[in-house]
Each structure stands twice: as structure tokens, then as C-alpha cells.
């Protein structure tokens, strides 16, 4: 089973700062299979980013994600007070788990 | 624009089926071959767990630590999907969310979940 682990655990940024989210797997993942995702209390998760890099539609070019591998990053330029949220990496694929997240990072803005 | 809605009891008791329908509308659940119709859970104040996933074919694939209690059909001629889960205990209190997975073969990116239901609290207690 693949395992993501993404880091920090919380992050807590002002306004206008660049926020960097790590997930990293305990195999490689194929980049095309990795997305990330924006969860508001209360609310359902959000596609952010599909294939490591895509962003879904809608979504700002503040959103960016990149990585390969094992390592996958979702960095957030110019921090705004609604991006406040946990967020979520995803990886489709493996197995016997088709599907798996990361336990989420809680990105506070100040 | 896709939308997908939950219904089913908030409240179940314990060793009993926690049965929840999913509601599509905005696109025929069979009109996508690149679609996927799946159950993702969150227990309070944690993670997603995915549970499992149909194809309007009725072909299923569920997650390993829950597949000997999950059922998940597919009514094409009502354009929904539902979930069953059998012998639920308190650990199966979660809020569930439908969701449609995709597969973009046009980029090659796949597998992931593009619309989400607003998810609906299932508290399993006598």
C-alpha cells in the first residue's frame, strides 16, 4: 500500500506570503496519478491539482504543484485569508489500495 | 455542471447497514466511458478514506479493510449510485461524500476526483 505523508502538519502564514506543502510517498508515484485538494470546514474537498501540475478549472495560478517520484509539492503564492484550509494529496494506483490521501496539512492564515 | 447529492438516515444503529444514495444530475452516470462514481468517508476531525467505486458497467472496486462489509450498485435508469455497509460499528461515523473520479486520457493524468457531493453525516449509535 502506498503510504503519503505530507508535512507540516499545520502552517500558519500572513497575508501575501508564499506557503510550500510537502507530500511524499513511501514508493514512487507516477506523476499523472497525483492530486491535491482544498477542504474548508464543513465543505467537501475541492480539486486543486490534477496530474502533479494541473490546475482544475477555476482554480488561480497562485496554485501551483509540481514534483515527481516521491516528492510532490503544492505551493501557494500571495497567501490570501480564504485559502485558509486543510489540504489534501492524493494518488491513484496503487495497490491493493487503489486510492490514497495524506493525512492533510491545516495551513492557517494569520 | 455535474452535481452530486447524498441522502440516506444520519443514524444507524450498531451491528446494523448504513445505506446512503448518491444523486446525479448535470450528465448521465453512463455518458462518461472515462468516469468513475465513488464513496470517500471522513470520520470527525480526520482524514479521507476512500471506500470503493462503480462504472455504469456495475464493475466495483473497493478498498481492502472494507470490502467484506461494502456493497456499492449503480441504478443507471434513476442516474444514481448507492453504498451499503454492513455490520457498522461507532468507528463508522464519518461524514460520507460521493464523488466522480475522471480519467483525462487527452493529457494522461488520471484518477482523480473532480465533483463531490456536500457529504452526509452518518452517526452509527444505539
Known amino acids: 500500500e502506498i503510504v503519503l505523508t505530507q508535512s507540516p502538519g499545520t502552517l500558519s502564514l500572513s497575508p501575501g506570503e508564499r506557503a510550500t506543502l510537502s507530500c511524499r510517498a513511501s514508493?514512487?508515484?507516477?506523476?499523472?496519478?497525483l492530486a491535491w485538494y482544498q477542504q474548508k470546514p464543513g465543505q467537501a474537498p475541492r480539486l486543486l491539482i490534477y496530474?502533479?501540475?494541473s490546475r482544475a478549472t477555476g482554480i488561480p495560478d497562485r496554485f501551483f504543484g509540481s514534483g515527481s517520484g516521491t516528492d510532490f509539492t503544492l505551493t501557494i503564492s500571495r497567501l490570501e485569508p480564504e485559502d485558509s484550509a486543510v489540504y489534501y494529496c492524493?494518488?491513484?494506483?496503487?495497490?491493493?489500495?487503489?486510492?490514497?490521501f495524506g493525512q492533510g496539512t491545516k495551513l492557517e492564515i494569520k | 455542471q455535474v452535481q452530486l447529492q447524498e441522502s440516506g438516515p444520519g443514524l444507524v444503529k450498531p451491528s446494523g447497514t448504513l445505506s446512503l444514495t448518491c444523486a446525479v444530475s448535470?450528465?448521465?452516470?453512463?455518458?462518461?466511458?472515462?468516469?468513475?462514481w465513488s464513496w470517500v468517508r471522513q470520520p470527525p476531525g480526520k482524514g479521507l478514506e476512500w471506500i470503493g467505486e462503480?462504472?455504469?458497467?456495475?464493475?466495483?472496486n473497493y478498498n481492502p479493510s472494507l470490502k467484506s462489509r461494502v456493497t456499492i450498485s449503480v441504478d443507471k435508469s434513476k442516474n444514481h449510485f448507492s453504498l451499503k455497509l454492513s455490520s457498522v460499528t461507532a468507528a463508522d461515523t464519518a461524514v460520507y461524500y460521493c464523488?466522480?473520479?475522471?480519467?483525462?486520457?487527452?493529457?494522461?493524468?488520471?484518477?482523480?476526483?473532480?465533483?463531490w457531493g456536500q457529504g452526509s453525516l452518518v452517526t452509527v449509535s444505539s
Open positions: 464523488a466522480r473520479r475522471t480519467d483525462d486520457f487527452k493529457s494522461g493524468n488520471y484518477g482523480y476526483f473532480d465533483y
Open positions: 448535470g450528465g448521465s452516470i453512463s455518458s462518461n466511458n472515462w468516469c468513475w
Open positions: 462503480i462504472y455504469h458497467s456495475g464493475s466495483t
Open positions: 514508493q514512487s508515484v507516477s506523476s499523472s496519478s
Open positions: 496530474g502533479a501540475s
Open positions: 492524493q494518488q491513484y494506483g496503487g495497490s491493493p489500495v487503489l486510492y490514497s
